[in-house]
């Protein structure tokens, strides 16, 4: 689920079950959300010292009907020992050595598309989505900022509806580029969660994601993350997520938030307004 960041796994899942409990699933398929937030993380992937990394994405997504076009374009800060490089924000940097250093700029702008009700049993209140993402090299690999290569990962969504509870599964692969003289694994990536839908405008939930590690030789990532998904208003939602890792690999603790508006919603308040 961390194909393109914790803040993308959380939302989704928050959006998803918001928009289905609203009833809305129609006006789902014709919309234009924009999001922004900061995320923060550290830990020392296997190294000595401490990598921190300051993730601020810019996400436009567009849905129509059963399709959806997602792109973040995000900027990163990273405090790290020199010549660390990240594979993946937030996730299994390859840590460096020598004097710590800030490298800041534009990280990798990620694109995804995604299949709703690739499979639907309205009986069994089960869905079936299918996700296509590319990581494209946009990030300054001089500073180590990013891969200098392109990943590509195909993932399918699983969730499965108890009235207010929802769940979700979460399998798929991921094809890694390699930089100059780094041999990077093609991982496979799964997590599971459930969210609890504590109100018409407030839901709360967890999930456990695991990927294999492209590092030979180095454990496998495994996280524990919760969020919070509040809907401010007609077109407005704020979630706050935290998250720990559970192996040498995996970032020591993290946390963000993350503000996302509906625009078709909003176009319709202002109407309304006037």
């Known amino acids: 689920m961390k194909a393109d960041r914790r803040i993308t796994a959380a939302v989704a899942f928050a959006a998803f079950v918001l928009v289905s409990a609203d009833g809305a699933a129609e006006e789902a398929g014709a919309d234009l959300r924009i999001s922004t937030g900061v995320e923060y993380s550290t830990g020392e992937y296997g190294?000595?010292?401490?990598?921190?990394?300051?993730?601020?994405?810019?996400?436009?997504?567009?849905?129509?009907?059963?399709v959806s076009f997602r792109l973040t374009a995000p900027y990163l800060s990273v405090t790290a020992p020199e010549d660390t490089v990240i594979t993946d924000p937030g996730a299994e940097p390859l840590p460096g050595s020598g004097a710590t250093v800030t490298e800041s700029g534009p990280g990798d702008v990620i694109g995804a598309v995604t299949l709703y009700d690739l499979y639907v049993s309205d009986k069994a209140n089960f869905v079936l989505d299918a996700t296509g993402k590319i990581k494209f090299a946009t990030a300054d690999e001089t500073k180590g900022l990013g891969t200098g290569e392109n990943d590509y990962t195909l993932q399918f969504d699983a969730y499965r509806f108890f009235d207010r509870l929802s769940l979700q599964g979460t399998a798929g692969y991921r094809l890694r580029g390699d930089p100059p003289g780094v041999d990077l694994n093609d991982v496979f990536l799964a997590s599971v969660g459930g969210a609890w839908l504590a109100s018409d405008s407030a839901m709360f939930g967890v999930y456990f994601d695991y990927r294999e590690s492209s590092i030979s030789g180095t454990d496998d990532v495994q996280e524990l993350s919760g969020f919070a998904s509040f809907r401010l208003s007609r077109a407005w939602r704020m979630e706050l997520y935290a998250f720990t890792g559970l192996t040498d690999s995996s970032t020591d603790f993290g946390g963000g938030i993350l503000f996302s508006t509906d625009l078709s919603q909003l176009r319709v308040s202002d109407r309304q307004d006037y």
């Open 47 to 66: 190294g000595t010292d401490d990598i921190e990394e300051l993730y601020v994405p810019f996400t436009f997504r567009v849905g129509l009907d059963r």
